[in-house]
Protein backbone atom coordinates (compact mmCIF):
# COMPACT_ATOMS: atom_id res chain seq x y z
CA UNK A 1 0.00 0.00 0.00
CA UNK A 2 1.01 3.60 0.11
CA UNK A 3 2.90 5.09 2.35
CA UNK A 4 1.97 8.46 4.23
CA UNK A 5 4.66 10.09 6.89
CA UNK A 6 3.36 12.03 9.80
CA UNK A 7 5.64 14.18 11.69
CA UNK A 8 6.52 14.28 14.59
CA UNK A 9 5.12 11.39 16.21
CA UNK A 10 4.44 13.06 19.78
CA UNK A 11 5.04 16.84 20.69
CA UNK A 12 4.93 18.65 23.86
CA UNK A 13 4.32 22.71 24.28
CA UNK A 14 3.68 24.94 26.57
CA UNK A 15 0.32 26.36 26.00
CA UNK A 16 0.44 29.98 24.14
CA UNK A 17 2.46 28.44 21.18
CA UNK A 18 2.05 27.28 17.76
CA UNK A 19 2.78 23.21 16.96
CA UNK A 20 3.64 22.11 13.61
CA UNK A 21 2.44 18.84 11.99
CA UNK A 22 4.06 17.43 8.55
CA UNK A 23 2.14 14.85 6.73
CA UNK A 24 4.22 13.82 3.78
CA UNK A 25 2.89 10.91 0.70
CA UNK A 26 6.24 9.16 0.08
CA UNK A 27 5.43 6.67 -2.52
CA UNK A 28 2.26 8.56 -4.53
CA UNK A 29 1.11 12.00 -5.36
CA UNK A 30 -1.24 12.87 -2.79
CA UNK A 31 -4.29 15.08 -4.31
CA UNK A 32 -6.08 15.21 -1.20
CA UNK A 33 -5.16 15.44 2.28
CA UNK A 34 -7.57 15.12 5.45
CA UNK A 35 -6.98 15.47 9.05
CA UNK A 36 -8.44 14.21 11.49
CA UNK A 37 -8.94 14.66 15.59
CA UNK A 38 -9.23 11.53 17.97
CA UNK A 39 -10.02 11.55 21.56
CA UNK A 40 -9.54 8.97 23.42
CA UNK A 41 -11.58 5.41 22.52
CA UNK A 42 -13.61 7.23 19.86
CA UNK A 43 -13.61 7.66 16.66
CA UNK A 44 -11.65 9.62 13.96
CA UNK A 45 -13.12 13.10 13.82
CA UNK A 46 -12.64 15.25 10.24
CA UNK A 47 -11.45 18.58 10.62
CA UNK A 48 -10.91 19.46 7.04
CA UNK A 49 -10.03 18.31 3.82
CA UNK A 50 -7.61 20.21 1.26
CA UNK A 51 -6.44 19.69 -2.13
CA UNK A 52 -2.97 20.93 -3.28
CA UNK A 53 -2.51 24.47 -4.44
CA UNK A 54 -5.90 25.09 -2.80
CA UNK A 55 -7.27 26.63 0.72
CA UNK A 56 -8.28 23.96 2.57
CA UNK A 57 -12.52 23.36 3.52
CA UNK A 58 -12.88 22.90 7.00
CA UNK A 59 -15.70 20.95 8.94
CA UNK A 60 -18.23 22.80 11.16
CA UNK A 61 -17.14 23.70 14.27
CA UNK A 62 -13.24 23.29 13.63
CA UNK A 63 -11.87 26.91 13.74
CA UNK A 64 -9.98 27.65 10.45
CA UNK A 65 -8.04 30.61 12.33
CA UNK A 66 -6.54 28.17 14.62
CA UNK A 67 -5.88 24.72 12.66
CA UNK A 68 -3.71 26.32 9.73
CA UNK A 69 -3.71 23.73 7.03
CA UNK A 70 -1.01 24.57 4.34
CA UNK A 71 -1.31 21.66 1.18
CA UNK A 72 1.74 23.29 -1.27
CA UNK A 73 2.66 20.76 -2.94
CA UNK A 74 0.87 17.21 -3.71
CA UNK A 75 3.16 15.51 -1.60
CA UNK A 76 3.18 17.87 1.72
CA UNK A 77 0.55 18.90 4.06
CA UNK A 78 0.89 20.95 7.10
CA UNK A 79 -1.43 21.37 10.23
CA UNK A 80 -0.55 24.23 11.95
CA UNK A 81 -2.06 24.47 15.80
CA UNK A 82 -1.76 28.13 16.76
CA UNK A 83 -1.84 29.18 20.21
CA UNK A 84 -2.25 25.90 21.53
CA UNK A 85 -4.39 25.40 25.41
CA UNK A 86 -4.72 22.10 26.91
CA UNK A 87 -7.88 21.70 25.25
CA UNK A 88 -5.73 21.18 22.18
CA UNK A 89 -4.06 18.21 23.36
CA UNK A 90 -4.91 15.70 21.68
CA UNK A 91 -4.24 12.64 18.69
CA UNK A 92 -3.88 14.37 15.35
CA UNK A 93 -3.85 11.98 12.37
CA UNK A 94 -3.40 12.76 8.67
CA UNK A 95 -4.49 10.91 5.73
CA UNK A 96 -4.01 11.21 2.16
CA UNK A 97 -5.66 10.00 -1.50
CA UNK A 98 -4.15 10.06 -4.46
CA UNK A 99 -6.43 9.34 -7.69
CA UNK A 100 -5.92 5.58 -8.90
CA UNK A 101 -6.95 2.69 -11.28
CA UNK A 102 -9.68 1.48 -9.02
CA UNK A 103 -10.76 3.03 -5.88
CA UNK A 104 -9.36 6.25 -4.25
CA UNK A 105 -8.71 5.28 -0.41
CA UNK A 106 -6.71 7.14 2.10
CA UNK A 107 -3.75 5.77 3.35
CA UNK A 108 -3.05 7.13 7.24
CA UNK A 109 -0.05 8.90 8.81
CA UNK A 110 1.24 7.34 11.81
CA UNK A 111 -0.42 10.21 13.75
CA UNK A 112 1.10 12.68 16.49
CA UNK A 113 0.29 12.77 20.00
CA UNK A 114 -0.10 16.47 20.92
CA UNK A 115 0.37 17.49 24.68
CA UNK A 116 -0.55 21.35 25.62
CA UNK A 117 0.97 21.51 29.09
CA UNK B 1 -24.40 14.37 8.49
CA UNK B 2 -24.47 10.41 7.15
CA UNK B 3 -24.04 8.15 10.00
CA UNK B 4 -22.41 4.54 10.04
CA UNK B 5 -23.23 2.16 12.96
CA UNK B 6 -20.80 -0.67 14.06
CA UNK B 7 -21.35 -3.67 15.98
CA UNK B 8 -20.40 -4.91 18.19
CA UNK B 9 -18.73 -2.00 20.10
CA UNK B 10 -16.40 -4.41 21.63
CA UNK B 11 -15.76 -7.83 21.92
CA UNK B 12 -13.59 -10.11 24.04
CA UNK B 13 -12.67 -13.54 22.73
CA UNK B 14 -10.23 -16.31 23.09
CA UNK B 15 -7.10 -16.78 20.99
CA UNK B 16 -8.31 -18.74 17.67
CA UNK B 17 -12.01 -17.99 17.70
CA UNK B 18 -13.11 -16.44 14.96
CA UNK B 19 -14.55 -12.88 14.70
CA UNK B 20 -17.40 -11.16 12.90
CA UNK B 21 -18.20 -7.45 12.87
CA UNK B 22 -20.31 -5.19 10.79
CA UNK B 23 -21.01 -1.83 9.83
CA UNK B 24 -24.35 -0.70 8.44
CA UNK B 25 -25.85 2.87 7.48
CA UNK B 26 -29.11 3.97 6.35
CA UNK B 27 -27.60 5.46 3.06
CA UNK B 28 -26.50 3.61 0.08
CA UNK B 29 -22.29 3.68 -0.56
CA UNK B 30 -20.21 2.97 -3.29
CA UNK B 31 -17.10 1.98 -1.78
CA UNK B 32 -16.81 0.61 1.67
CA UNK B 33 -13.24 0.26 3.68
CA UNK B 34 -11.70 -1.44 6.72
CA UNK B 35 -9.41 -0.28 9.06
CA UNK B 36 -7.53 -1.59 11.92
CA UNK B 37 -5.87 1.09 14.47
CA UNK B 38 -3.18 -0.16 17.18
CA UNK B 39 -2.93 1.85 20.02
CA UNK B 40 -1.06 5.23 19.65
CA UNK B 41 -0.63 4.10 15.58
CA UNK B 42 -2.83 5.55 12.69
CA UNK B 43 -5.36 3.39 11.23
CA UNK B 44 -3.58 0.53 8.09
CA UNK B 45 -5.91 0.22 5.55
CA UNK B 46 -7.00 -3.75 5.37
CA UNK B 47 -9.23 -4.32 2.77
CA UNK B 48 -11.17 -2.15 -0.01
CA UNK B 49 -14.84 -3.15 -1.53
CA UNK B 50 -15.89 -1.13 -4.45
CA UNK B 51 -19.16 -3.09 -5.62
CA UNK B 52 -22.50 -4.83 -4.17
CA UNK B 53 -21.96 -8.18 -3.41
CA UNK B 54 -18.21 -8.15 -3.45
CA UNK B 55 -16.19 -10.95 -1.08
CA UNK B 56 -12.82 -10.00 -0.71
CA UNK B 57 -9.98 -11.43 1.33
CA UNK B 58 -6.86 -10.44 3.07
CA UNK B 59 -5.19 -13.44 4.30
CA UNK B 60 -7.32 -14.40 8.09
CA UNK B 61 -9.57 -11.44 7.18
CA UNK B 62 -12.51 -11.61 4.79
CA UNK B 63 -14.81 -8.53 4.15
CA UNK B 64 -17.90 -8.12 2.48
CA UNK B 65 -20.06 -5.78 0.64
CA UNK B 66 -23.22 -6.12 1.54
CA UNK B 67 -26.21 -6.64 -1.73
CA UNK B 68 -28.17 -3.95 -0.18
CA UNK B 69 -25.15 -1.31 -0.09
CA UNK B 70 -26.32 -0.46 3.12
CA UNK B 71 -23.75 -2.18 5.07
CA UNK B 72 -20.32 -4.31 5.35
CA UNK B 73 -19.03 -7.33 7.14
CA UNK B 74 -15.46 -8.60 8.27
CA UNK B 75 -14.92 -11.89 9.51
CA UNK B 76 -11.28 -12.60 10.99
CA UNK B 77 -10.44 -15.94 11.01
CA UNK B 78 -8.22 -18.11 13.83
CA UNK B 79 -7.56 -15.11 15.85
CA UNK B 80 -4.20 -13.70 16.99
CA UNK B 81 -2.79 -11.73 20.05
CA UNK B 82 -2.31 -9.36 17.16
CA UNK B 83 -5.34 -8.79 15.80
CA UNK B 84 -6.26 -6.87 19.34
CA UNK B 85 -6.82 -3.42 18.28
CA UNK B 86 -10.02 -1.11 17.10
CA UNK B 87 -11.81 -1.69 14.01
CA UNK B 88 -12.95 1.15 11.84
CA UNK B 89 -15.27 1.24 8.66
CA UNK B 90 -15.18 3.79 6.23
CA UNK B 91 -18.53 4.58 3.21
CA UNK B 92 -17.90 6.50 0.33
CA UNK B 93 -21.25 7.63 -0.71
CA UNK B 94 -19.82 8.81 -4.17
CA UNK B 95 -16.46 9.24 -5.94
CA UNK B 96 -14.69 12.07 -5.21
CA UNK B 97 -16.47 12.65 -1.63
CA UNK B 98 -15.62 12.06 1.39
CA UNK B 99 -15.10 8.99 3.53
CA UNK B 100 -17.21 8.39 6.79
CA UNK B 101 -16.30 6.49 9.48
CA UNK B 102 -17.86 3.98 11.88
CA UNK B 103 -17.28 4.15 15.59
CA UNK B 104 -15.03 1.57 15.48
CA UNK B 105 -15.32 -2.14 16.92
CA UNK B 106 -12.56 -2.75 19.69
CA UNK B 107 -11.69 -5.71 19.58
CA UNK B 108 -9.45 -7.61 22.54
CA UNK B 109 -8.01 -11.20 22.15
CA UNK B 110 -7.46 -13.16 25.34
CA UNK B 111 -4.39 -15.74 24.79
Known amino acids: GAVVSQHPSRVICKSGTSVKIECRSLDFQATTMFWYRQFPKQSLMLMATSNEGSKATYEQGV ?27 SFYICSARGLRVVGT ?13 | ?51 AGELTSNGRLTAQFGITRKDSFLNISASIPSDVGIYF ?3 QLQEGQNFVFGPGTRLSVLP
Open chain 1, 63 to 89: EKDKFLINHASLTLSTLTVTSAHPEDS
Open chain 2, 89 to 91: CAG
Open chain 1, 105 to 117: EAFFGQGTRLTVV
Open chain 2, 1 to 51: GQQLNQSPQSMFIQEGEDVSMNCTSSSIFNTWLWYKQDPGEGPVLLIALYK
